[in-house]
């Protein structure tokens, strides 16, 4: 099992940027793939980035229209998500995951292990 602190939320004006960390600590992060989920109020969580296990493969929803970017530092054990041209719909509680595989996956039932998230708010 891996344990996961996602930080770097808060609230910004739309168009603005933030970047969310998270920091794993337990089972080898290195080993496997990972991601961002979001979950709006009385909306069900999705799938926002992934990435798999050495970095070189990244995959994105749909509507991240490139404004978004997903990395990981194996050696510093972290994931980051760079949101730029945030827009009033982003805001949410943003998840960081990871899988017990290495390829990347938007599936949300590969993801075992979870942070607690942290707020994203937009306002306009």
């Known amino acids: 099992q891996v344990q996961l602190a996602e930080s770097g939320g808060g609230l910004v004006q739309a168009g603005g940027s933030l970047r969310l960390s998270c920091t794993a600590s337990g089972r080898t992060f290195s080993d496997y793939a990972a991601g961002w989920f979001r979950q709006a109020p009385g909306k069900e969580r999705e799938f926002v980035a992934g990435?798999?296990?050495?970095?070189?493969?990244?995959y994105y929803a749909d509507f991240i229209k490139g404004r978004f970017i997903i990395s990981r530092d194996n050696v510093k054990n972290t994931l980051s998500l760079e949101m730029n041209s945030l827009k009033p719909e982003d805001t949410a509680v943003y998840y960081c995951?990871?899988?017990?595989?290495?390829?990347?996956?938007?599936?949300?039932?590969?993801?075992?292990?979870w942070g607690q998230g942290t707020q994203v708010t937009v306002s306009s």
């Open positions: 995951a990871t899988t017990v595989r290495r390829t990347v996956t938007m599936r949300l039932v590969e993801y075992h292990d």
């Open positions: 990435i798999n296990w050495s970095g070189s493969s990244k």
